[in-house]
């Protein structure tokens, strides 16, 4: 602690990570009562932060009270580590932080998601933070808040299986695609903010902890690791993750998320990996995808490799 | 009391009460919405409460359907394992199970009782969902069941409510309120603003399902044509006291009480 107070490596017009002392325990004291129930939603004292509700104010407050200067941040945006809300909030915490970021998955210790969980699989003692807009998986149905509580409390989740049944009767399906409801541990109804329900599977017994913050709604919840998560269903319609009948165009992967990407006006467009950092890596070890040689794929594809590069020549 | 003399007179074996109120009294501050009020429901049975406007009669059918709290007064129902039990002594969760599961509630406005921008399937589906069922082909095998018995057309299944007419609305709020088999329904006003026509309907679909199914009804109306046609008794509410009860027939017929003589005669006959 005083080596780490002697050379400050972090903006000192600022408290660590931002936040003041007070209101990082405040959170720390809801993530623990997180963690310990599952799925449950514990308000907290949500702050103002230097951005707009939206851009992840609830899962960088999560962030800043669960950081420490030894630590390294990776922050991914839509699976990518290179687009506006990722390379600001990375910027973010390394001034106040001062921590090292990172853009792969496996030399993180913390990472903050907006809308996907990282292809590669996490490990023991990794955090995983959520940016979550809504956390009330039932508000669609159900707009009063007393109601919803009561419903939570009394594991009255008959009305989450309306809405999917809404969805069978209209598409023949369940159309859900993202912000998949998941029962945790057997007992909360959650939902898992708007991750693409082909993540959802990953939640089942993951290695890492996962903390969900909420700031519009100030609202935290967690699951822990090596936690049952189950995505609802009905016994004749049973979930199923998105497939693609496209590998991904630069690496070759045919497991991951793929993202449509339009090329040019003329109907060109790719079908790539979301996770920028799992492809790069892929293509690194000599996968090479049906579009690797495409300039104009290859032009995409630069793209999220410089994005280090340009974040250090903005400072 | 009354029902108690009857059945013994049809020679029939005394049954175990349903529901049994016993001195309800509900007052808001000064204002008296219902005062001491005692009655015994039993099994199959359907009892008319009528009065004015103010007379108490939604303030009662509010605190017997559990929504609200007597200041005074208990109300006791014969649960499936528990037999009678005061139904504001059961715990929140209990006491929420009961209303969706073996009781039913018909509002007079059905946007009370029905979720608008869900579908027709989705709104007579969604009791069996709350109870367990998980089955998608069974809930809606189901859901088009009630909604033939209802009389609703099979082809609006998956239609929202809102783009049903009022008189379809209270019938599919009834369909919904049916589909757990329960034992007793509350009815506040349920033929409120239909038109003749359609009332006539849905009393007749009404008659037929009551009976039909064995459900006991707790109707609440202004409508003495709806009591003289459902309801096997009566009770005659002003300001907020039963003043008269009996069976219907013979309170219509013959009313005793001043009151009840003036609510009789003020239906206009055609």
Known sequence: MNAVAKKASWDEAYNFAYLDEQTKRMIRRALLKAVAIPGYQVPFGGREMPLAYGWGTGGMQVTASVIGPSDTLKVIDQGA?????????????????????????????????????????????????????????????????????????YAEYGLMHVRLYEDISRFGHIATTYSYPVMVNGRYVMSPSPIPKFDNPKMENNKAIQLFGAGREKRI??????????????????FEVQRWPQACALCGARNSYLDEVVLDD????????????????????????PMAADPAARAFARSSETSEQKEDDGR | M????????????????????????????????????????????????????????????????????????????????RGMSDIFRLSEPDRRRLMRTDWGIVHQN?????????????????????????????????????????????SRVDDKPKTFSGGMQQRLQIARNLVT?????????????????????????????????????????????????????????????????????????????PYTQLLVSSVLQV
Not at chain 1, 270 to 289: I, L, N, P
Not at chain 2, 233 to 252: A, I, N, P, S, Y
Request: net charge negative; proline share 5%; charged share 25%.
């Open chain 1, 81 to 153: 580590d290179d687009t506006t809300n990722a390379v600001s909030i990375r910027r973010f915490f390394k001034r106040v932080a001062g921590v090292a970021t990172t853009e792969a998955t496996e030399e993180a210790s913390v990472i903050q998601t907006r809308h996907r969980i990282p292809e590669k699989p996490l490990k023991e003692g990794q955090v995983l933070v959520y940016q979550v807009p809504q956390p009330e998986p039932l508000r669609k149905l159900e707009p009063r808040e007393t109601e919803t509580r009561k419903m939570h409390g």
């Open chain 1, 221 to 238: 919840y967690a699951i822990p690791p090596y936690t049952r998560v189950k995505s609802l269903d009905f016994d004749d319609h049973p």
């Open chain 1, 266 to 289: 003329k109907g060109g467009r790719m079908f790539v990996c979301s996770d920028t950092h799992f492809c790069a890596d892929r293509q690194e070890k000599g996968h090479r995808g």
């Open chain 2, 2 to 81: 009354s029902a108690l003399v009857l059945s013994e007179s049809l020679g029939t074996t005394v049954r175990q009460p349903l529901m049994r109120a016993t001195g309800v009294s509900k007052s808001y501050g000064d204002t008296i919405g219902c005062l001491d009020v005692s009655f015994t429901l039993h099994p199959g049975e359907v009892i008319g409460v009528v009065g004015e406007s103010g007379s108490g009669k939604s303030t009662l059918l509010n605190v017997l359907s559990a929504q609200l709290p007597p200041d005074a007064g208990t109300v006791e129902y014969d649960l499936r394992h």
């Open chain 2, 110 to 154: 059905p946007r009370d009782g029905l979720r608008m921008d869900v579908s027709a399937g989705g709104n007579v589906g969604e009791r069996l969902m709350a109870i367990g069922a998980r089955h998608y082909g069974e809930i809606r095998a189901e859901g088009l069941d009630w909604l033939a018995k209802v009389e609703l057309d099979a």
């Open chain 2, 181 to 257: 088999r329960p034992r007793l329904i509350f009815m506040d006003e349920p033929t409120g603003g239909l038109d003749v026509s359609v009332q006539a309907r849905l009393l007749d679909l009404l008659r037929g399902l009551v009976r039909e199914l064995g459900i006991a009804a707790i109707v609440v109306t202004h409508d003495l044509a709806v009591v003289r046609l459902l309801a096997d008794r009566l009770m005659v509410m002003r300001h907020g006291r039963v003043v008269e009860e009996g069976l219907t027939d013979q309170v219509l017929d013959d009313p005793h009480h």
